[in-house]
């Protein structure tokens, strides 16, 4: 499956720290090899009018998903372990539900992919945003996030 083993830690390898100072993680939390390949192969073999656009990682990724921006318009998000593999369906049922409900813009799901070309589990591409990630250093506190 390509999984790293139980006892390495992805965000050591990412960073080239020696790995073998890791604790043993879970292995439904056993992190996969997900790289533009793969994402390419899967939008070309299930989503063909999507097959000519670039993917390319995003720069800052999380640690649940791996994210990759399709084109101009589009992302694509893959569970990066058999643990969050269960979040794809409650995103494609409640982001919609709840970007009506939010004051600010989310994420839509757009399409669902489902496991092939070595990926075991359900994948989801979504309209990109355009922005910055909200960290402290750019949010003068929550009030400009949240109405009141």
């Known amino acids: 499956m390509g999984a790293y083993g139980l006892n390495k830690c992805l965000l ?30 899967l939008i070309s073999s299930q989503f063909p009018g999507w097959a000519s656009l670039p993917v390319t990682p995003v720069e800052f990724d999380g640690w649940d998903n791996r994210t990759f921006r399709l084109g101009e318009k589009l992302s694509v998000r893959l569970p990066s372990a058999a643990g969050y593999a269960e979040q794809v369906d409650k995103e494609q049922r409640w982001l919609p539900v709840l970007a009506s409900e939010l004051p600010l813009p989310i994420p839509v ?30 949010v003068d506190g929550s009030a400009g996030l949240v109405p009141r």
């Open 12 to 41: 050591c390898v990412k960073r080239g720290i020696d790995v073998s100072c890791c604790r043993p993680i879970p292995s439904s939390l056993a992190k996969m090899i997900i790289d533009a390949a793969l994402v390419k192969r």
């Open 109 to 138: 799901p757009v399409a669902v992919g489902d496991a092939g070309d070595g990926y075991p589990w359900k994948w989801s591409v979504y309209r990109w945003l355009d922005g910055e990630i909200a960290t402290a250093d750019r």
